[in-house]
């Protein structure tokens, strides 16, 4: 395994709007996309935001043992990292950036502690957090329910992780997280 980066968030904490902005700074960065069992968003594209499989399709590669690691994040949606995904990035010679659950990024993080740094990005709070989900007008009652609800644990794990970026003013987190890559990046590649 070479060095790679861990975001994690509760869902609709700023990490997909954090991460564009990062990685379209930094060409030695590759974003690893996942694969999950949810349906597509408006707007979401397959092969870039998400590689979208049926669960009976997701069920079938974790028994073919093609995951580095899944979760079933909310009841019957999975998620998880192809380790085809962490070849085709090695393969271009970058370094992957991985946007997890906190489950999936704690176990990452500990199976991999020297050769990888781990932000959390923390919303305000709970009420700016359900706020920004219901502006971005993505989720309906339930999905938000389930996002919330899950919320509450995933932000009291958040001292599991190398930095926590609180992100309240936008402009202020991405300052914060591009410090931390910039760093990252410069010292030296295991
Ligand atoms: P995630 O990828 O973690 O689910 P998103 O990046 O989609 O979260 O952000 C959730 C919503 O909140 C989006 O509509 C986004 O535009 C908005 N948002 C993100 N960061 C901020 C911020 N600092 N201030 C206000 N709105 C924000
Ligand atoms: P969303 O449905 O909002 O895109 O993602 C829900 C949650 O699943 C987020 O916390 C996101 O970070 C997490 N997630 C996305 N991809 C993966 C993955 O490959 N593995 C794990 N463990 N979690 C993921």
């Not at 996309?33 to 349906?39: L, Q």
């Not at 995951?67 to 998880?80: C, P």
């Not at 219901?134 to 609800?149: M, V």
């Not at 932000?155 to 992100?167: G, L, M, S, T, Y």
Request: with cysteine.
């Amino acid at each position: 395994m070479n060095k790679f980066l861990i975001f994690t968030a509760p869902s609709g904490g700023g990490k997909t709007t954090i991460l564009k902005k990062i990685m379209s700074s930094y060409p030695q960065l590759n974003f690893s996309i996942s694969a999950t069992s949810r349906p597509p968003r408006n707007g979401e594209i397959n092969g870039k935001d998400y590689y979208f499989l049926s669960a009976k399709e997701f069920k079938a590669k974790i028994k073919n043992d093609e995951f580095l690691e899944w979760e079933e994040v909310y009841q019957d949606q999975f998620y998880g990292t192809l380790k085809s995904e962490i070849k085709r990035i090695n393969d271009n010679n970058q370094i992957p950036v991985f946007d997890l659950d906190v489950i999936g990024a704690h176990n990452l993080q500990e199976k991999y502690r020297e050769y990888s740094k781990s932000i959390f990005i923390k919303p305000p709070s709970i009420e700016v957090l359900k706020e920004r989900l219901i502006n971005r007008k993505t989720e309906d009652e339930e999905s938000l329910n389930k996002r919330l609800f899950r919320a509450k644990m995933e932000i009291e794990k958040a001292p599991c992780f190398d930095h926590v970026i609180v992100n309240d003013k936008l402009e202020v987190a991405l300052q914060s997280v591009d410090k931390i890559v910039e760093n990252y990046l410069s010292t030296s590649v295991l």
